[in-house]
C-alpha cells in the first residue's frame, strides 16, 4: 500500500536531490529506448540477410516490396494511433493512461484489420508470388501494429524495460518461424512467419500491460484526436514518401546504381541511425514531461537534443572518412568506393536532420500539430527537391549534397516554428496570468 492511501504525505526530497532524480529516470528512459531499438535492429537485420541469402535477389525484392508497404501502413497507424498517444499521455496518472492505451492499441489494430483485408482481397485478385505476398501481409498486419503500438504505450509510461522486453519476445519467437519457412521456401511463408511472430508479441504484450485493446473505441480516439492524428498522418506519409520519390527519381536520372551507392552510404551510418531511432521512441514522451514540471527547460532540452545527436553524427561521420579501404571493402564490397566518395555530404545530411528532430520533439509535446505539419511538408519538399535537383546537375554526389543542403534548410524550418511556438505559449500564459 503508498502511502497515499495510507492517507500521508510522503517526504519530499531537497532540491537538488529531486533535480538528480530526474535525470537519472531521464537518462533510464532514454537508455532503455536505445536498447529496445537495438533489438528492433538486429531482429530486422537479421530477418533481412537470412530472407536474402534463402531466397535470392528476385523473391528478396518480392519480400521487401511487402517490407515497404508495411512501412507505409505502419506510419498511418502511429500518425492515428500512438503519436497522439505519445503527446498527450506521456507521464500522466495510470488509469488515465489505460484507458487511452486500451483505444490507441484499438485504433492501431483496426488500422491493421481495415488495410490488411484490402491486401488480402487484392493480393488474391493479382495471384503470383507478388499477390500471394501481399495477401499473406494483409492477414499478419493486425498483429505487426499492434506490436509496435504497445512499445510506443509503454514509453508513454515510462516504462521501457516492457517495450525491450517484447522486442525480445518478437526476436525469439522469429527463430522457429523462420525455421519452418525455409523449410516451407516461398516468400509468402516467410511473411506469413515474420508477420506471426509478431503477433505472439502482441499478445504477449496484452499480458504484459493487462490491458486489452478496444477497436469499438477506434472512432471516439479518432474524433478526439482528429486535430494531432490528421496531421500526424500526413507528416508520417510525407517522410516515407518523399524517400520513396527520390529513390525513385534517382534511379530515373542517374541509373538504379546510384540508389546502391546511396544506400551503402546510408549503412555505414546504420549504427548511428539506430541509436537516433532509438532516441525517438522516448524524445516526444521526455519533451511532454518536460513541458508538464518545467516548461521554461522546453527549449533548453531540445536543443541539448538535437545539438547532441547532430555532434554525434558529426564524429561518426568523421571516425568514417579515417576508415582504410580495405576494412570497407570487406563491408561493403565493390559499393564501398562509391559509397566512400559521399560519406561527407551523407554526414552532414543526417546531421542537419538530428538537429532538427530537437525542435520537432518540442513542437510535437506542444501538440502545435499546424505548425509541425507545415515545417515536415517543407523539410519533404526540399529533401525531394534536394535530392533529384542535385541528381539532375552532377549525379549521385550531387543528390547527398542536395539532401544535405534540404536537411539544413529543414531543420531552420523546425527551429523556427519551435521558437514561435514556444513564444505564443509564454504570451498566452501571462494573459491568463493577467486576467486572473
Not at 499477390?131 to 501494429?145: E, H, I, Q, S
Not at 509468402?188 to 508479441?201: E, F, N, Q, R
Not at 490491458?211 to 472512432?219: L, Y
Not at 531552420?412 to 494573459?431: I, K, P, V
Request: charged content about 15%; overall charge positive; some cysteine.
Amino acid at each position: 500500500m503508498t502511502t497515499e492511501e495510507e492517507g500521508t504525505t510522503p517526504p519530499k526530497a531537497p532540491p537538488g536531490e529531486a533535480g538528480r532524480t530526474a535525470k537519472r529516470a531521464m537518462v533510464g528512459r532514454l537508455s532503455w529506448g536505445l536498447a529496445d531499438q537495438a533489438a528492433s535492429s538486429v531482429s530486422n537485420f537479421a530477418v533481412g540477410v537470412y530472407v536474402a541469402r534463402s531466397l535470392g535477389l528476385t523473391a528478396f525484392g518480392v519480400f521487401s516490396l511487402a517490407w515497404v508497404t508495411y512501412g507505409v501502413v505502419l506510419s498511418v497507424s502511429r500518425g492515428l494511433a500512438t503519436d497522439p498517444l505519445v503527446v498527450r499521455f506521456s507521464g500522466v496518472p495510470v488509469a488515465s493512461w489505460r484507458v487511452a492505451v486500451a483505444r490507441s492499441s484499438g485504433t492501431a489494430l483496426g488500422v491493421g484489420a481495415a488495410i490488411g483485408t484490402v491486401c488480402v482481397v487484392l493480393g488474391l485478385a493479382l495471384g503470383g508470388r507478388v499477390g500471394f505476398a501481399f495477401a499473406g501481409l494483409g492477414v499478419v498486419l493486425p498483429g505487426l501494429l499492434l506490436q509496435d503500438a504497445w512499445r510506443f504505450s509503454f514509453f508513454a509510461a515510462g516504462d521501457g524495460r516492457k517495450a525491450f522486453v517484447n522486442d525480445v519476445v518478437w526476436g525469439v519467437a522469429l527463430v522457429p518461424a523462420m525455421v519452418v519457412a525455409a523449410r516451407v521456401g516461398s516468400v509468402t511463408a516467410y511473411v506469413l512467419a515474420w508477420g506471426a511472430s509478431a503477433t505472439v508479441a502482441a499478445a504477449y504484450g496484452c499480458y504484459q500491460s493487462g490491458i486489452r485493446p478496444r477497436m469499438t473505441g477506434a472512432r471516439e480516439w479518432l474524433r478526439d484526436h482528429r486535430d494531432l492524428g490528421y496531421r500526424y498522418l500526413a507528416e508520417n506519409v510525407g517522410v516515407s514518401g518523399a524517400s520513396q520519390l527520390r529513390a525513385y527519381g534517382l534511379g530515373a536520372i542517374v541509373g538504379v546504381g546510384a540508389v546502391g551507392v546511396i544506400r551503402g552510404a546510408e549503412l555505414l551510418l546504420g549504427p548511428f541511425l539506430a541509436v537516433l531511432m532509438g532516441l525517438s521512441l522516448v524524445t516526444v514522451a521526455e519533451a511532454a514531461r518536460v513541458l508538464r514540471r518545467a516548461p521554461e527547460r522546453l527549449g533548453r532540452f531540445c536543443l541539448a537534443l538535437g545539438g547532441g545527436q547532430a555532434v554525434a553524427a558529426l564524429l561518426w561521420g568523421a571516425a568514417l572518412l579515417l576508415v582504410p579501404d580495405r576494412p570497407g571493402e570487406l563491408v561493403l564490397g565493390d559499393v564501398w568506393d562509391s559509397a566512400s566518395a559521399i560519406i561527407l555530404p551523407v554526414t552532414l545530411g543526417v546531421a542537419g536532420a538530428g538537429l532538427g528532430t530537437g525542435a520537432a520533439a518540442g513542437l510535437r509535446a506542444l501538440a502545435a500539430a499546424r505548425r509541425s505539419l507545415r515545417c515536415q511538408l517543407f523539410a519533404s519538399a526540399c529533401y525531394v527537391a534536394g535530392g533529384l535537383g542535385g541528381a539532375a546537375v552532377a549525379g549521385t554526389s550531387g543528390s547527398a549534397w542536395g539532401v544535405a543542403a534540404a536537411a539544413a534548410c529543414g531543420s531552420a524550418a523546425w527551429w523556427s516554428q519551435l521558437r514561435s511556438a514556444l513564444r505564443e505559449r509564454h504570451q498566452n500564459t501571462l494573459r491568463e496570468v493577467r486576467t486572473s
